[in-house]
């Protein structure tokens, strides 16, 4: 180890710095900036008749591992290369300097594209967690997510192959290593990645899928053909609960396609309402509704009490407004409260918004007023509308003592 000072900061050694380009006191900014520069300079595939240019990659991959961290800085700092161990997130023995490489330049714009999902060249394929979830849209009337529906149907999807195990061989048959990318289930291809720099990414193998292993046409299983999975149809059942709201997810965990080795995925049900002739949601409201009702001039001036629409249930709303009472303007908004849909979490519900339309009596109706020519006549405004005819549950409600503009 060497004493070097820099800029009135002693570090125990400043091989790292070195390494970079930059003096021990350094930004965060200035060395990530650096780092750049350098491993753009020291990549193995600009330099591939250069035999230390993989080593020096790795060595500046490892300087800025550690002087990119603040723990494991102040610690080299102090310390040096060999001094106690550097825990706070700096390289491990599995650390590869092309993902490192990947992860700093991948979102940079320059045209650089790696499969961050293969790994090194030394290593398999990194599997998921999980399958790919399945997602279906599934539609249901106003009615439905009022009321709340019990959905039974049937789905295709994929299960593990009971002949094979998921192994897509025959009994007794085991898989060999592809030789296109010798069982590591990558390959790399050359790639123009910035202008006069040619680069390896990492694909996919299109010989083995990604598999690593190759399985000849007469050894396949003969259940999934080699696939590994067949189809299974299953009877599902799911609950849409009063108050579903128009793009809420329904999912069912582990239902979705399985794959060798991982577990199964989600069927996830993506709920749709369908437009209703009557109702619609109410902007700003939760759970809330809109309906347009149109009364005649004499009920908007001398009120009524009649069953004024048919709820999503089938109840119907009789609403009575007197004489005196108040007076529906043409357009106004008036609000029945918690008729409106189940707000999704809570037990309360939302409110019914009534949009009024006033029809007034016709031309007719008028030119009779004109002829009678100062001549005392009994003219009456057209009567109320009738009620609505229903067989089930007539509930009688209010509407709230101002309406809304």
């Not at 330099?47 to 993989?54: F, I, L, M, T, Y």
């Not at 491990?92 to 650089?112: E, H, I, R, V, Y």
């Amino acid at each position: 180890m060497r004493d070097k000072e820099k800029v009135g900061l002693v570090v125990a050694d400043s091989t790292y710095y070195d390494l970079l380009e930059v003096s021990a006191d350094a930004s965060d900014v200035e060395i990530k900036k650096a780092y750049k520069k350098k491993a753009m300079q020291h990549h193995p595939d600009k330099n591939p008749d250069d035999p230390q240019a993989h080593e020096t990659f790795q060595k500046i991959g490892q300087a800025y591992e550690t002087l990119s961290n603040p723990n494991d800085r102040a610690t080299y700092d102090a310390h040096g290369i060999d001094g106690p161990p550097r825990g706070g997130g700096g390289m491990g023995p599995d650390m590869d300097m092309d993902d490192l490489f990947a992860s700093m330049f991948g979102g940079m714009g320059g045209g650089f594209e790696f499969d961050m999902g293969g790994g090194s060249s030394s290593r398999q394929r990194r599997k998921p967690s999980k399958g790919r979830d399945t997602i279906v849209p599934y539609d249901i009337s106003l009615e439905d997510a009022f009321k709340g529906k019990k959905v039974v149907m049937s789905l295709e999807r994929d299960r593990i192959c009971g002949g094979c195990k998921g192994s897509g061989a025959r009994p007794g048959v085991e898989p060999k290593e592809c030789g296109n990318c010798e069982g590591k289930g990558t390959i790399f291809t050359d790639r123009h990645i910035a202008p006069g720099l040619l680069g390896k990414v990492k694909s996919p193998c299109p010989s083995c899928h990604g598999e690593g292993k190759k399985i000849r046409d007469k050894e396949k299983c003969k259940k999934c053909k080699g696939s590994k999975v067949v189809k299974e149809k299953k009877r599902i059942e799911f609950m849409i609960d009063p108050g579903t709201e128009d793009g809420e997810r329904i999912a069912l965990r582990g239902e979705g396609d399985e794959e060798p080795d991982i577990p199964a995925g989600d069927i996830i049900f993506l709920i749709r309402h369908l437009p209703h002739p009557s109702f619609r949601p109410q902007p700003s409201s939760p759970g809330s509704l809109q309906i347009l009702i149109s009364i005649r001039l004499s009920e908007s001036l001398l009120g009524f009490s009649r069953i004024l629409f048919i709820h999503l249930d089938g109840r119907g709303i009789k609403i009575t407004s007197r004489k005196g009472e108040r007076m529906i303007q043409p357009g106004s908004i008036w609000i029945i409260k918690g008729e409106g849909m189940t707000i999704r979490g809570t037990k309360r519900k939302g409110d019914m918004y009534i949009r009024f339309d006033v029809e007034f009596p016709s031309l007719e109706w008028a030119n009779q007023l004109e002829e009678g020519n100062g001549v005392e006549t009994k003219i009456e405004l057209p009567g109320r509308k009738p009620d609505l005819k229903i067989e089930g549950q007539v509930v009688e409600r209010e509407l709230s003592s101002k309406p809304v503009n």
